[in-house]
């Protein structure tokens, strides 16, 4: 099989020793990513978790190593859904993930209600109304900007998709906070978990890791918080074990 294409190139996801095909004109994961797939509650043995906005599969392929339960991602991009699958089958994962290539507003029709342990999301981060402030790349501009979906439409699917007591799980921009708890709570996906990354100690905090469940009661964690880089620019050995595992 020829599993390149174009300018794509095959990358190591390093703690799982999987390959993973990329395209610096399409689409590359970005840490966030990966503390997502590390942050989400995922079951040990058996199951069944959804990843929404997969990109390039990589959630699902790092997820794959953490659990024996079923995966599914769910891409809009016909490029991007494409790379997954090739990776998949690459990495011989095809009989435990699988994708799906379409609009995640239409997942509920097609997948059902209630059907999911544990859905992950590294959705679009900008609400953008003028095009003129979107990115020019057209593949980049789906991915970083609110226009094929919001938060509010990721939330709202998830709410049907996941089963009752299961668990939703975010990465996103502290920005949209309050945004994001407000509306877990409105489609009752209870916040339970709370991380804010910092790209090292004394700076203001980038990214947050959020996680809801649904039907649950209201007892909100806040973890402690995750520094990316060291005062010596080094990662620290939190993110090291992350990225390539224990060493």
Request: glycine share 6%.
């Amino acid at each position: 099989m020829d599993w390149l294409k174009d300018d794509e190139r095959l990358d190591y996801l390093l703690a799982e020793n999987l390959r993973i095909i990329q395209s610096p004109t399409v689409f590359s994961f970005s840490l966030d990513a990966v503390l997502l797939a590390r942050f989400a509650y995922v079951p040990i043995q058996k199951g069944q978790v959804l990843d929404l906005c997969s990109g390039n599969g990589v959630i699902p392929l790092l997820l794959s190593g953490r659990t024996r339960a079923n995966v599914t991602g769910v891409e809009i991009q016909e490029r991007l859904y494409n790379m997954a699958v090739r990776s998949i089958l690459l990495n011989g994962l095809d009989d435990q993930i699988q994708m799906i290539h379409g609009d995640l507003k239409e997942m509920p029709s097609i997948l059902g209600h209630a059907v999911y342990d544990v859905i992950t999301c590294n959705p679009p981060y900008f609400q953008t109304l003028s095009k003129e402030v979107q990115n020019q790349n057209y593949y980049f501009a789906l991915a970083r900007h609110e226009i094929t979906c919001t938060l509010e439409d990721v939330i709202s699917v998830s709410a049907k998709l996941v089963k009752p007591g299961g668990k939703v799980a975010l990465v996103h921009r502290p920005a949209r906070l309050m945004d994001i708890l407000m509306l877990l709570r409105h489609y009752k996906l209870e916040p339970k978990r709370l991380r804010f990354v910092y790209p090292k100690e004394g700076k203001e905090a980038n990214m947050i890791l959020v996680e809801g469940m649904k039907d649950a009661n209201p007892d909100l964690k806040i973890l402690p918080p995750l520094y990316i880089y060291t005062n010596e620019n080094e990662y620290t050995e939190e993110v090291r074990e992350l990225l390539y595992g224990k060493q």
